[in-house]
C-alpha cells in the first residue's frame, strides 16, 4: 500500500511539474520586451508557474516524509478531525462561493470584494479565531495587491457600480504612491 501512495503521490507532482512546463513554454509565444515593466510581457505568469512548481515539489517531498513518518508508527488510530468537509452546507458552500465572488466582482470591483470572499471562504472552512481570520484574509490581500498591481501592474477589476468603482481607484492610487 505505501509504494502505491507513493507511486499515485510522484504521479501528481509529475503532473503538476509537466504542466508548469508546457505553460512555461507557451509563455514564450508572447515574451516581448514592455518599456514600462522590465520583466516582459511573460514577467509574472512566469512567477506563477514556478510558484506552482516550487509549491508541488514542496508538497510531493511532505507527502513522502510523513508517508515514512506513518510507516515508523505503530497502527495509532487518527483521533485529529480530517480536513474533509463531512457537511454538506459546507460542500455546497466551497464549491458555490468562488461563483458568487465572481458574480459580485463584475460589479463591486476586486478591491472591495476580495477580503470579504477570502474571510467567507476561511470562515466555510472552519477557520473561527479572529486573529487567524483577520490576519489571514488581510495578508493575502495586501500580499496580492503588492505582487499583482504594485510589481506587475495587472488590471483587475474595478467595479461597475458607481460607489464601488471609485472605492477601486483610491485603492490602487493608495498603491502605487511612489511609483
Sequence with gaps: MTNKIRHNQFIEWAIWVSLTGLLWVQT???SEP????????????????????????????LNLMTTKADQNTDAIQQTEPSN????????????????????????????FITPIFILAYLWILEVRKWTYLMCVSLGVYFFILFVFVRLFYVAMPVGAWPMFYDFSNWIITIIRIGV
Excluded: C
Design 28 to 30: 514564450s509565444s508572447f
Design 34 to 61: 514592455i518599456a514600462e515593466f522590465k520583466f516582459g510581457a511573460d514577467g509574472w505568469p512566469k512567477v506563477i508557474l514556478v510558484s506552482l512548481a516550487f509549491g508541488a515539489t514542496a508538497q510531493f517531498i
Design 84 to 111: 474533509i468537509p463531512t457537511n454538506r452546507w459546507q460542500q455546497f458552500g466551497i464549491f458555490v462561493l468562488p461563483f458568487i465572488y465572481l458574480w459580485f466582482m463584475h460589479r463591486m470591483g476586486f478591491f
